[in-house]
């Protein structure tokens, strides 16, 4: 029979994942001809807790390149975007645990998907995807094996010394001594 042990960690027992797609739109001082690129830079970004939701608050600028004056000049705009995005957050474990830590991570970094002229604006839409991970103290409940394994045995030093005495041989030195001798003897 199996004896088991409960340890107390930490672990996620809570993830979820969610894309957010925006449209915003931005009034330009002159006429615009060309959208010529879009991209979004800064993305900070933070979660609290709301009841039993994950609110995640943040805000991006986005820079656009446009040409203007039937495309004989070009400028940037930039726009700084706020979010209040609010997330259910499915349990791994039914009971809430206290002192829960969140977790906001970015998995897809706010893009521009698709940038259009509408009279003296542009319109852009922008997509991101945020994942949500809720840590807290949990048990696990492992088991315990009692048949422990067989220790292996390390010689004694004394029997390890006595071993090697046997297996040395000193005539082997004076032996080799005595040749190196003989043939330098013989080659003069």
Not at 10 to 24: D, H, P, Q
Not at 31 to 40: A, D, F, H, R, Y
Not at 94 to 111: A, T
Not at 141 to 162: T, Y
Request: with cysteine; charged share 30%.
């Amino acid at each position: 029979m199996a004896n088991f042990r409960e340890i107390v960690t930490k672990a996620v027992v809570g993830k979820a994942k969610k894309t957010f797609t925006t449209e915003n739109s931005v009034t330009l001082s002159n006429s615009p001809t060309t959208v010529l690129g879009c991209w979004v830079i800064n993305h900070n970004f933070h979660g609290s807790r709301m009841n039993d939701k994950i609110v995640m608050d943040g805000s991006y600028d986005v820079n656009i390149w446009y040409s203007y004056d039937n495309d004989s000049k070009t400028e940037v705009v930039k726009d700084t975007n706020t979010y209040h995005e609010v997330v259910s957050v499915r349990r791994k474990e039914d009971d809430r645990i206290q002192g829960e830590e969140i977790i906001v991570r970015s998995l897809k970094q706010p893009s521009c998907t698709k940038a259009e002229i509408k009279g003296n604006a542009i319109s852009y839409t922008i997509e991101k995807e945020m994942g949500v991970e809720l840590v807290g103290d949990t048990k696990v409940k492992i088991a315990i094996d009692e048949n422990e394994d067989p220790w292996d045995e390390i010689g004694v030093e004394d029997d390890i010394d006595q071993e090697i005495e046997k297996e040395v041989q000193e005539e082997y030195i004076e032996q080799t001594n005595q040749n190196v001798e003989s043939t330098t003897e013989n080659n003069m």
